[in-house]
């Protein structure tokens, strides 16, 4: 059985520049989400027009997150961390927040 030689490359590659955008844009969302959520349970679940607008930039911030996750890998020979995280966050909060815009409407 022949021994495969792996080939181990040394030279750093830099991030991907719209990944940060991403990252930015998904914890912006998540803090949104936060307030939103913390808003909510504060008022016992009848929150007012101020909790729909912190759910409703969530919702957007993590759109824009991760359509900016998605752009960021058309860069080539880029590390792309970041642009993982900064997608998985987004596409984590969209799943959440769709949930609850179909279950708010449905009950």
């Known amino acids: 059985m022949p021994k495969v030689k792996k080939k181990i ?4 590659k830099p991030f991907s520049r719209k990944s940060f955008i991403s990252v930015g844009f ?5 803090i ?3 307030f939103s959520l913390g808003l909510s349970v504060s ?8 909790v729909a607008a912190w759910g409703l930039s969530s919702l957007i911030f993590s ?3 991760g359509f900016y996750g998605l752009i960021s890998f058309m860069e080539r020979e880029k590390n792309y961390l970041f ?10 909060l969209l799943i959440v927040w769709i949930v609850l815009v179909i ?5």
Do not use: D
């Open 9 to 12: 490359s040394y030279i750093k």
């Open 26 to 30: 998904a914890a912006a969302a998540l």
């Open 32 to 34: 949104c989400c936060g």
């Open 43 to 50: 008022h016992q679940g009848n929150g007012g027009l101020n």
């Open 63 to 65: 759109f824009i997150g």
């Open 83 to 92: 642009a993982k995280i900064g997608l998985g966050v987004s596409g984590v």
């Open 103 to 107: 279950a708010g409407i449905a009950g």
